[in-house]
C-alpha cells in the first residue's frame, strides 16, 4: 500500500493542476450542496417546530360568486360554529386578516422613559383570541406561561422587550397605541425562528363582543385555526359541519359553499390564494433543487471517477508489479479506494470553508435557512457522509478496473487509448455536459422571466413615481396636496387604497347585475387617478370631481369585467344603488404577471373609509426633477404632520420589484449553482483533455515529425470533443425545454420560449470547451517533437 501510495503522490505532482482542479471541484460541490439542504430544510421544515403540528390546521371556504379560489377568511359566527361543531376539535382560534403580507399590520406606538420622553416605534401586530396562544407553541420568558390576554393588555416578543425596556422586565409596563390607549404588557415571549407564519409581532386581543353575530359577508375578516384531537378526523370535520350548516343571511340562500380543513404544515406550499399572504415555497421550485443537488453531486463524481480511471495508464504497471509480487488485488483495490475516500473527504473539509466564506457574503441573503454550523448538524454530518460515500463510488470500479487486467496486456498497449477505455470517459463526460446545458438553458429562461416581469408594460405610469404611506394624514389629502405641488419638480399627486402591483390580489366585491351573481377585484382610487396614472379609456369618460359625491360612487371596469359580465355603458349594479358604470379602460396589470387579468374596476366613492380609505399617494415628478431634492422636501412635508411616524416613502419601480423578490432569489441561487455546475463540469473536461494530450503526446510527436501543423492537432482533438458536445446539446434541450415549460406554469403571462436562448447555450459550453482544449494540446503540440517521443 505504502509503493501505491508513493506512486500516487509521484502521479500528483506530475499532474497537480487536474488534481487540484479535480479537489476543488468537488469542494465546491459539496458547499453547495449543503447550501441547498439548508434550504430546503428551512422549507420542509415550516411550521414543524409547532407541539402536535400534525393537530393544527386552518379552515377554508370556497364561494364561487364570491372569489376564484379558496378563501382563508370568515365572518366572525361562522368560524365560532365551526369550533363547537364537533368534540374532536380540542381548540379554535381567530385572527384579524389584513391586506398586508404574511399575518398582521403594523402598530404605531409610544413608550415613555422616566424622564417623560416619548420614544415611537413601528411595529408588526396582529389581533388574536385568546385561545391563539393555546393553538400555537409560545415560549413565554415573562408573564404566566397560561396567557388569557385581554382587550387592554398586550404581548411582545423578546427582541422587540429589550428594545423597548433594555433589560428590565417588561411585564406590567406600558405602550400608548393609537386607537387603544395604555396597553400593559402581560407576557414576553421567546422570538419565533424564521421558518413560522407565527410572527415576532405585537398581539392584540379580538375583543369578545367584536362582531360576535355579524353575518355580513363583508365582514370576513377573520382567519380561524384549529387543533383536534387526531389528525385523521379532519375530513369528517368538514362532511358533519356541511351538513349541519345553518348560516343565516349570509351570502344568499342558494350559493353553493365548501369547506376546507389545510394542515398547518401544507399552508407553506399552497398555491396562491385570494386574501392568502403567508410566506410560501413551491414543490416544484424544491424539486428543481434537489435535481440540482443531485446533478452536482453527481457530476463532481463523475469527474472524480474519470480522474482516477485516467490514472491507469500511469498506475497500471505499478498495480499489476503488485499483484505480480504476491500482494492479494482485494487489498490493492481497498487501498485505490481508500485514498478516493480520503481525497473526498478532504475536498468536504475545504467545502466547510467554502460555506462559511459564502455565509458572509451579499449571496447569502438568497438563502432563507441559517447557514451557521450550530443550526445544521444533521446537514452537515450528513455531507460528510455523502463524501465518504462518493469517495468509495467514485473509487470502486477505477480500482476495480486497475486491477482487472493481466500483466500481458499491461506490457503490449495502453489501456488509456483502448476503445473500451475511450468510451467509458466519453459516456461520463457526456453526463456533464447535459446537465450544463440544461442548466443554463433553465436559468436563462429565469432571468427572462424576471425581466418581462418587471420591464412590460403595465398599461400605467411606472416612471418617476413616488409612493407615500398616508394613513396618517389620509384626512388632509388636499393641504397635502397643495404642499408636495409647490416644490417645482413635482407635476401631480394622486391617491389610492392600495398601491398597484404590490400584490397578486385586491379586495373583491360580490354583487349581482341584472339578477346574475357576479365578482370582481375594485380598487378605489381619487378621481384624479387616471389622468396622473396614464390610464386610458377605451369607451365612455374618467373620473370627475363630482363623481365622489355620489354615496355609492361611480366605476370604471377593464374590458374583462365587460366581456366577461355584459356590462353596459351608463347602467347600475343591482346592489349598489347609483353606483353608475361610466367607462371601460383596457386589461391593465394591477396585480403581479402570475396572476391573469380578472374582471377589476376602479371606483371613486363619497365613503373611502368603507374600504380603508386612501392609504397611499402617487407622487409623480417631473423628467428633470432632482430625485434628492423631491425626497427632501416629500420627507420635509411629512414632518410636518407627524415628525415622529416613520412615514413609508419608495418609488414605484421598488415595489415592482418587491413583488417579484422571490423569483429573483429563486433565479440568482439557480444561475449561482448552474455557474458551480458548469465549472465543475468544465474541470472534468481539464482534466480529461489532460491525460487525453499527455498519453497521446507520442502520438503528438509523431504528426509533428510527420509534418502536421500545431493547428491541425487542435483541430484534431477540438473535433472529437465538439462531436460529443453536440449529441448532449441534442439530448439536453428537449429536457430543458419541459423543465421551463413547467416552471413557467407558475406564472399568467410568461416570456415567450426564444429559440436563441438553446443556441446561446450551446456556444457558451462549447466557446469553453474549445478554449479548455485548445489551451492544453497547443501547449503539448508546440513541445519538441524528438522529446515527446524519447520520454514516451
Not at 395604555?182 to 425562528?193: E, G, K, S
Not at 343565516?248 to 404544515?265: G, K, Q, V
Amino acid at each position: 500500500m505504502l509503493v501505491i501510495l508513493r506512486n500516487l503522490v509521484s502521479v500528483a505532482r506530475r499532474f497537480r493542476l487536474a488534481l487540484t482542479l479535480n479537489i476543488l471541484g468537488l469542494s465546491v460541490a459539496f458547499a453547495a450542496f449543503m447550501v441547498i439542504m439548508i434550504q430546503l430544510d428551512y422549507d420542509y421544515g415550516f411550521d414543524k417546530f409547532h407541539k402536535d403540528y400534525d393537530k393544527i390546521f386552518r379552515l377554508e371556504m370556497y364561494i364561487p360568486n364570491l372569489s376564484p379560489t379558496r378563501v382563508p377568511v370568515f365572518p366572525r359566527p361562522l368560524a365560532e360554529r365551526f369550533f363547537e361543531s364537533s368534540p374532536h376539535i380540542v381548540g379554535g382560534a381567530l385572527t384579524t386578516h389584513a391586506m398586508s403580507s404574511f399575518m398582521g399590520s403594523e402598530a404605531y406606538f409610544y413608550v415613555e422613559s422616566n424622564d417623560g420622553a416619548r420614544n415611537y416605534f413601528k411595529e408588526k401586530s396582529v389581533n388574536v383570541t385568546p385561545e391563539f396562544f393555546e393553538i400555537f407553541t409560545f415560549d413565554f420568558v415573562e408573564g404566566s406561561t397560561n396567557v388569557y390576554i385581554a382587550p387592554e393588555n398586550v404581548i411582545i416578543p423578546l427582541s422587540l422587550a429589550r428594545r423597548l425596556f433594555g433589560n428590565e422586565p417588561a411585564v406590567g409596563k406600558q405602550i400608548v397605541y393609537g386607537g387603544r390607549g395604555n396597553q400593559t404588557v402581560l407576557a414576553v415571549y421567546r422570538d419565533f425562528p424564521k421558518y413560522t407564519f407565527v410572527e415576532n409581532c405585537l398581539y392584540f386581543a379580538i375583543p369578545p363582543d367584536e362582531n360576535k353575530d355579524n353575518w355580513d359577508w363583508h365582514k370576513m375578516i377573520y382567519t380561524a385555526f384549529i387543533r383536534i384531537n387526531d389528525a385523521s378526523n379532519a375530513s369528517s370535520l368538514i362532511d358533519n359541519f356541511s351538513r349541519n350548516l345553518d348560516m343565516p343571511d349570509f351570502i344568499s340562500d342558494d350559493a353553493d359553499i365548501e369547506f376546507y380543513l389545510t394542515a398547518l404544515t401544507d399552508i407553506h406550499f399552497l398555491p396562491d390564494m385570494q386574501y392568502d399572504f403567508l410566506p410560501r415555497a413551491s414543490k416544484q421550485t424544491l424539486l428543481i433543487f434537489i435535481t440540482i443537488a443531485i446533478v452536482i453531486i453527481a457530476i463532481a463524481a463523475i469527474n472524480f471517477t474519470n480522474f482516477s480511471t485516467a490514472l491507469t495508464p500511469m498506475r497500471i504497471k505499478s498495480i499489476n508489479t503488485q499483484h505480480v509480487l504476491g500482494l492479494r488485488r482485494s487489498k490493492i483495490r481497498f487501498a485505490l479506494v481508500f485514498e478516493a475516500v480520503s481525497i473526498c473527504f478532504a475536498s468536504y473539509l475545504v467545502a466547510l470553508l467554502l460555506v462559511d466564506l459564502f455565509k458572509n457574503t451579499p449571496m447569502a441573503q438568497l438563502v432563507d435557512g441559517d447557514l451557521a454550523y450550530a443550526a445544521n448538524p444533521f446537514i452537515f454530518f450528513g455531507t460528510a457522509l455523502v463524501a465518504i460515500f462518493t469517495g468509495i463510488f467514485a473509487g470502486l470500479y477505477p480500482s476495480r478496473y486497475m486491477t482487472s487486467f493481466e500483466p500481458a496486456f499491461v506490457l503490449k498497449g495502453s489501456f488509456a487509448l483502448s476503445p473500451k477505455g475511450r468510451k467509458l470517459r466519453n459516456t461520463l463526460i457526456s453526463v456533464q455536459f447535459v446537465a450544463s446545458f440544461a442548466l443554463i438553458i433553465g436559468a436563462l429562461f429565469m432571468l427572462l422571466q424576471n425581466r418581462f416581469m418587471q420591464n412590460s408594460n403595465l398599461g400605467y405610469q411606472k416612471d418617476n413615481i413616488i409612493t407615500v404611506e398616508m394613513s396618517r394624514i389620509r384626512n388632509n389629502i388636499d393641504a397635502f396636496t397643495n404642499q408636495i405641488k409647490a416644490y417645482s419638480g413635482v407635476d401631480d399627486v394622486t391617491y389610492g387604497t392600495w398601491v398597484l402591483s404590490s400584490s397578486d390580489v385586491y379586495s373583491r366585491l360580490g354583487t349581482q347585475y341584472r339578477g346574475e351573481g357576479i365578482t370582481f377585484q375594485v380598487i378605489p382610487v381619487h378621481y384624479t387617478f387616471f389622468d396622473v396614472m396614464g390610464i386610458e379609456i377605451t369607451e365612455g369618460r374618467s373620473f370627475r370631481q363630482e363623481d365622489e359625491n355620489a354615496e355609492y360612487g361611480v366605476f370604471v371596469f377593464n374590458e374583462s369585467a365587460r366581456k366577461q359580465f355584459g356590462f353596459d355603458l351608463n347602467t347600475s349594479l343591482d346592489d349598489w344603488r347609483g353606483a353608475e358604470i361610466i367607462g371601460f379602460m383596457p386589461d391593465i396589470k394591477v396585480a403581479s404577471f402570475r396572476m391573469a387579468v380578472e374582471p377589476t374596476a376602479f371606483l371613486v366613492t363619497s365613503d373611502y373609509n368603507r374600504f380603508g380609505g386612501l392609504n397611499y399617494a402617487y407622487i409623480k415628478l417631473n423628467r428633470g426633477a432632482r430625485t434628492r431634492d423631491a425626497l427632501s422636501h416629500i420627507n420635509a412635508t411629512l414632518a410636518g404632520y407627524d415628525s415622529d411616524y416613520p412615514f413609508e416613502v419608495h418609488f414605484f419601480d421598488e415595489v415592482i420589484q418587491r413583488l417579484y423578490e422571490k423569483e429573483r432569489a429563486l433565479s440568482s441561487l439557480i444561475s449561482l449553482f448552474s455557474i458551480l455546475a458548469i465549472f465543475i463540469s468544465i474541470v472534468g473536461v481539464f482534466g480529461l483533455v489532460v491525460f487525453d494530450s499527455e498519453c497521446r503526446r507520442k502520438e503528438i510527436g509523431i504528426r509533428k515529425v510527420l509534418g502536421a501543423s500545431t493547428l491541425e492537432i487542435i483541430i484534431m482533438f477540438n473535433k472529437a470533443y465538439f462531436k460529443i458536445l453536440f449529441i448532449c446539446f441534442v439530448i439536453a434541450s428537449p429536457l430543458a425545454w419541459y423543465a421551463v415549460t413547467r416552471w413557467l406554469e407558475n406564472f399568467a403571462y410568461k416570456t415567450p420560449m426564444y429559440w436563441w436562448v438553446y443556441l446561446l447555450a450551446l456556444v457558451a459550453v462549447g466557446a469553453i470547451t474549445v478554449c479548455t482544449v485548445t489551451f492544453q494540446n497547443w501547449r503539448v503540440a508546440n513541445e519538441d517533437p524528438v522529446k515527446s517521443i524519447k520520454t514516451e
